[in-house]
């Protein structure tokens, strides 16, 4: 899978940033499409995830209730929508995805994941 991340950029604190990842590649329809994030010196951390096979979520409980994954089938992108924003959100963004043949919540950590886009930067202000 070919990935092409998209949206990052410099908000102030208590802004909002909408992520897009292009996708384009698939060869099944059972697929996990996650978004991940590395601050330097740091591994990669899942931040929100989506299975595509029933829609299921997973979310780091730093975002929870601030940040939305959504998946656009048509269009074969994946979003990440971004609110209220914090300092410590500033990272390197990436989407990801993983051949992942179950129902239930998807896998969050990066080893789990196959094929990477690259990093679009997210940087927010205090």
């Known amino acids: 899978v070919q990935l092409q991340a998209s949206g990052g950029g410099l908000v102030q604190s208590g802004g909002s940033l909408r992520l897009s990842c292009a996708a384009s590649g698939f060869t099944s329809d059972s697929y996990a499409i996650g978004w991940f994030r590395q601050f330097p010196g740091k591994e990669r951390e899942g931040v929100a995830c989506i299975n595509d096979n029933d829609y299921s979520t997973y979310y780091a409980d730093s975002v929870k209730g601030r940040f939305t994954i959504s998946r656009d089938r048509y269009k074969n992108t994946i979003t990440l929508q971004m609110v209220n924003l914090k300092p410590e959100d500033t990272a390197v963004y990436y989407c990801?995805?993983?051949?992942?043949?179950?129902?239930?919540?998807?896998?969050?950590?990066?080893?789990?994941?196959?094929?990477w886009g690259q990093g679009t930067q997210v940087t927010v202000s205090s």
């Open positions: 990801a995805t993983s051949l992942w043949p179950y129902t239930g919540p998807p896998p969050s950590k990066d080893y789990e994941y196959e094929d």
